[in-house]
Structure formats: structure tokens, C-alpha cells
């Protein structure tokens, strides 16, 4: 009787949804009068009064309103020659990119649960269109770094052809991208400068202020884009899904030569203590004049996940007085960025203010407390960064990490309770030392200076799975109750992943291990519970070993697995 109710739920879901779509659509088509459209009156920029030319200052070319932007008409007449083979080679790499992604979670399915054809995704027309997009003018920065940074201006108004055709069950739903327009202004750092073609390590692509987007969107024939109140709300929740992602100081960052070649091979070179004090003065965000605010903590140039404050209920001072450590790879020229952020029960979580701070205006192994006037963003050029948000009260110490004594790399191999260990390269607090600094250190020992165990999973070799011909091996590491895991390798017995990961350890006991447990996984569409994952092997690496030698590298023969055999690496460093 459920799976009745269901089956009539569904189907009126199905039936319902595209009709009041239509309807909504044609009463507000018909509903609107017609108005006629007066030609344009024409007249040169010295005849315009003072409010039209603040209206028509955002379609002024920006080599015009900047002395340091350049005309490129040569590049765009190139762009448009081009672009008729761009557009090829562009969707070809879009079609190669997607399709794997609807594979994954659809298609055909052939298992014993679902053997027959299930659902499809697929492009049935994909291209750009006709017209190139326009650079408006371009600025080139000069830097004291290796570096070349560049900043285009780029529009483009196209009308690309982009049809995706959704099967389900026997149900064909058509959807149709059209009208796109984009105005963006990205910043183009090419770093560092090398002496091998083409003489650039990494581009470095970010955004000065917010792009705008603009898109039609047709589903069943009928522009969603259409819809009362949708428009404004799909367009922006992508200009702020973009910002969180790419706008200054978030950067992407797409390698070009080989780290050995370009020399950008970044390793951890400190521990950032942050210690959020308190908030004052705060916006009051919710009806009833209060906020309930929250603190994201985040390094820019870190793909790791931002820390996050708890949240305090209706308070415009609060106090939270928590601490968090953050992994710094170059206090040269990362930035840690606060974001405070009113929590909502429903819906998107509202900005209430932000600032940034450049690491290399701490002091090393120094404590120092910061009171930060939150703005809006980081445009100093934004007249709503004048607003007063209120103030972040911040402490923060970097601790660099103390140089490597030991000579070289070692192997792995039981550490005796009693043995001989170096109490300050380990970081362990003594009473009585002994004039060689040296003392017999029981395992159960705690570690009072905080470290970073860094840990690299390169690959794996003759893997067997028992429940498929071929596994999708992916590691998950374990250490101190913290779970890591690398990306899933399809279909293969000799899996190479070369992944790093990072643990800020404050307190750990010696005899605490290090778990890496193979697995592979079969994964089907929109049936969670029949996924099948399956052990293919695991070790443990004592914590302690990898204290003692400060380096551990070699391959380890997997535990309940036959020939299986997996290629790690572990490194230690104190403050």
C-alpha cells in the first residue's frame, strides 16, 4: 500500500509540476502590457549631463576611464579568427570532463539490482556560438616578485547552443542554455618565472570584484528564467558561489610545468596559533535586532576545509575565546581571512563582515593581539566598505617549525619502550635532563609541543578485490580520531595517488598508530544502500617511529591481503 501512495505521489508530482510551471509562465507573459520602444536619442559623451554619465560609466571601456589600461583591438581581431576553432577545442574539453561525471551516477547499470537501462544524461548540442568574447582592455602590474600579473577585461554576450537531455525511466526532460552574458575581471598571475618553456610554473587566477552572469534557462519549452522572484535569486546565488570560490583572496591555481621543474614544491613551514577572542558592535541581522554570529577562520591559497567558531545566539558582543591552529606553507604571501557570518535556521547564512591579514606582518614565536574593523569585501573602493560593521578581536602567534637534524630519510621499524630519544627533538617536557639531553622515554609519554605530521599516500601495488574483477581502491587514513581519504582510482590493481595530508598534532601519547586502510568501493545510481565497500588491506605505523627518525618513506606489505603492497610517506615536524 505505501509503494501505492508513492507511485501516485510521484505521478502527480510529474503531472503537476510542468503544468503550474506553464500556467505561471503564461500569466506572467500575457498579464504584462506592451510597451513600444522609443528609438534611442544619440548624443556625445560632452553633452550628457552628470547623472548620464554616471549611468553609462559601467559600459565606458576601461581604457578609457584608466590611464593604465592598454587597447588591444589586435588580440580581440585574433580572438574572433580563432574562435570558431576555440569553440571546438573548448567544448571538447567540457564534453570530455562532463560525460565522465554523468557516467559516474548514471547510464546504463549492469548489476543484479538494477539490470536494465535506468536513466541517461547526455548533451544533445554543444556549442558556443558564433561570437568571441571581447577583451575591453588590459593592465599589466609590476611587481618586485617572480611574477607577471595581468588583468584583463573581459565580456562576453554569446549565444551558445547547450542542450542537455535528462532520460528517467521512460520520461525525456530537455534542458536548454541560452543568452549568456559575462563580465568578469580576473587577475592572471603567472608565478614563478623559470627558464624552461614556457616559462611559467602556475597560473594564478583570481577575481577583483564580483562577475556578473546572466543566462536564460528552458525546461519543457518554457523559460524557468521567467519565473517571478527565481531570476534574481539564481543569479545571485552564482555570483556569490563564485565569489566564495574565486574572489580575492581565494585563488584557483592550475600547475604548468612539473613541481621538480618549477621549483613550487611548498611543504609546511609553521604552525598559525588563532586564538578569537571576541566581536563588538556587531550588524544587527535578524527582525527582532540581533544577530547570532559565527567566525570563519581560513589561509587563502589552503584547500583544506575553514575553521568555524561555535555560534552565539542573539549576542552583538559576543565573546568565544576558542583556539585553532592553521598549517602555513609561505608567510610571504599568504593572507588569514576572518569572515563573521550571522547563522539563519533557514536558508543561506547571512555576511555580516570580513578582513584579512597578511602573515608576514607577524613577529615569529610572538603573541599579538589584533582589533580588526570588519567591511563587506575587498575592494577598498566599495563605498560600502565605509559602513561600520563593528570589530574582531584576535590573537595570533606563527610558530615556525625548528630545522630538520636528522640527516636522512629513514626506514620503519619497532621503537623499544626504553630506548635513548632525543627529549627536545620529540618535544617532550622533562623535569631532570641529563647533560647529553638525552633520557629513556616511556611510550606512554605525552608530546607538549605541537607538531605536524604530514603524511603522503603515493600508490599501491597488485591489489585483489573479492567481490569485482577490478577494485576502485581508494586509502583512508586514521590518526587520533581524524579520517582522511583519497580520491577513488577506477578499475585498477596498481593505483597511483600521490596525495598529502596534514594533522596539527597539539597533544598525542607515543604509543598512538597510524591506520592505512585500502578499500574500494562500487558505486550505483540512487541506491546508497547497495554500495559495496570492501577491505582490501590495511597497516598500522607507530607514531612513535615516525617521532624518532622525523622521516619515514617505504613500501609496506598489506595486512589480509595476498601480494597487496602500499608505497607511503611520514614526516614529523615541531615547533
Known amino acids: 500500500m505505501r509503494h501505492l501512495y508513492f507511485i501516485f505521489e ?59 589600461f592598454e587597447r588591444i583591438d589586435w588580440l580581440n581581431k585574433a580572438l574572433h579568427d580563432m574562435w570558431p576553432y576555440l569553440d571546438k577545442a573548448i567544448c ?12 559516474e551516477y548514471t547510464g546504463c547499470l549492469h548489476s543484479q539490482y538494477l539490470p536494465t537501462e535506468f536513466s541517461n544524461i547526455g548533451f544533445q548540442s554543444l556549442n558556443l556560438g558564433t561570437l568571441p568574447p571581447t577583451i575591453y582592455g588590459i593592465r599589466v602590474h609590476e611587481t618586485n616578485e617572480n611574477e607577471l600579473v595581468i588583468e584583463p577585461a573581459i565580456r562576453w554576450a554569446g549565444i551558445p547552443h547547450i542542450t542537455v537531455v535528462v532520460k528517467l525511466l521512460s520520461v525525456r526532460f530537455i534542458v536548454q542554455l541560452m543568452d ?151 608567510p610571504e604571501s599568504q593572507f588569514i581571512q576572518f569572515n563573521v557570518v550571522d547563522w539563519d535556521q533557514f536558508g543561506t547564512h547571512d555576511p555580516m563582515g570580513m578582513q584579512i591579514l597578511p602573515l608576514k606582518s607577524l613577529t615569529p614565536d610572538n603573541t599579538q593581539e589584533f582589533t580588526l574593523d570588519l567591511v563587506k569585501n575587498t575592494n577598498p573602493y566599495d563605498p560600502q566598505n565605509k559602513k561600520k560593521r563593528g570589530q574582531l578581536v584576535v590573537q595570533l602567534t606563527y610558530n615556525p617549525f625548528k630545522e630538520e637534524s636528522s640527516s636522512g630519510i629513514h626506514d620503519s621499524g619497532p621503537l623499544d619502550g626504553h630506548q635513548l630519544i632525543d627529549a627536545k627533538k620529540l618535544g617532550i617536557k622533562s623535569r631532570n635532563r641529563s647533560r647529553r639531553q638525552s633520557m629513556s622515554v616511556d611510550m606512554s609519554s605525552q608530546l607538549h609541543a605541537a607538531g605536524l605530521l604530514l603524511v603522503t599516500v603515493q600508490g599501491a601495488e597488485e591489489l585483489q578485490s573479492k567481490l569485482y574483477e577490478s577494485p576502485n581502491p581508494y586509502v583512508l587514513v586514521l590518526f587520533k580520531g581524524e579520517k582522511r581519504k583519497t580520491k577513488m582510482i577506477k578499475r585498477s590493481h596498481r593505483p597511483y595517488w600521490n596525495e598529502e595530508f596534514q594533522f596539527v598534532v597539539e597533544e598525542a601519547t607515543l604509543k598512538e598508530s597510524i591506520r592505512f586502510a585500502v578499500k574500494s568501493k562500487k558505486r550505483h545510481l540512487l541506491a546508497y544502500r547497495f554500495r559495496k565497500k570492501e577491505l582490501l588491506g590495511y597497516i598500522d605505523i607507530n ?23 602500499i608505497h607511503v610517506e611520514l614526516h614529523w615536524s615541531t615547533t
Open 543 to 565: 607514531f612513535s617511529d615516525v617521532v624518532y627518525n622525523g622521516r619515514i618513506r617505504g613500501e609496506y606489505n598489506l595486512i589480509n591481503s595476498r601480494n597487496g603492497v
Open 92 to 103: 571538447k574539453i567540457i564534453r570530455n570532463t562532463a560525460e565522465p561525471i554523468f557516467a
Open 180 to 330: 549568456v552574458q559575462v563580465f568578469a575581471t580576473p587577475r592572471i598571475i603567472l608565478r614563478p618565472l623559470v627558464p624552461t618553456f614556457p616559462c611559467f610554473g602556475n597560473i594564478i587566477v583570481t577575481l577583483i570584484d564580483k562577475p556578473y552572469v546572466d543566462f536564460g534557462l528552458r525546461l519543457l519549452g518554457g523559460d524557468v528564467m521567467a519565473i517571478p522572484g527565481f531570476y534574481q535569486f539564481v543569479q545571485e546565488y552564482i555570483r556569490n558561489q563564485v565569489a566564495s570560490l574565486y574572489l580575492w583572496p581565494q585563488t584557483l591555481n592550475i600547475p604548468i610545468l612539473q613541481a621538480s621543474l618549477s621549483g613550487t614544491i611548498k611543504k609546511p613551514v609553521g604552525i598559525l596559533h588563532v586564538k578569537i577572542l571576541k566581536a563588538k558592535k556587531l550588524l544587527k541581522m535578524d527582525i527582532i535586532g540581533t544577530s547570532d554570529p559565527y567566525v570563519i577562520i581560513q589561509l587563502t591559497g589552503e584547500s583544506l576545509p575553514p575553521k568555524k567558531t561555535s555560534i552565539k545566539m542573539r549576542n552583538l558582543n559576543p565573546e568565544w575565546n576558542e583556539d585553532f591552529n592553521l598549517t602555513v606553507k609561505d
Open 10 to 68: 510521484f505521478t502527480g508530482f510529474l503531472i503537476g509540476f510542468p503544468i503550474g510551471l506553464l500556467l505561471g509562465f503564461f500569466i506572467f507573459i500575457f498579464s504584462s502590457k506592451p510597451v513600444d520602444v522609443k528609438d534611442p536619442d544619440m548624443k556625445s559623451l560632452g553633452e550628457c549631463d552628470s547623472n548620464s554619465l554616471v549611468d553609462l560609466f559601467s559600459e565606458i571601456p576601461p581604457w578609457v576611464k584608466h590611464p593604465d
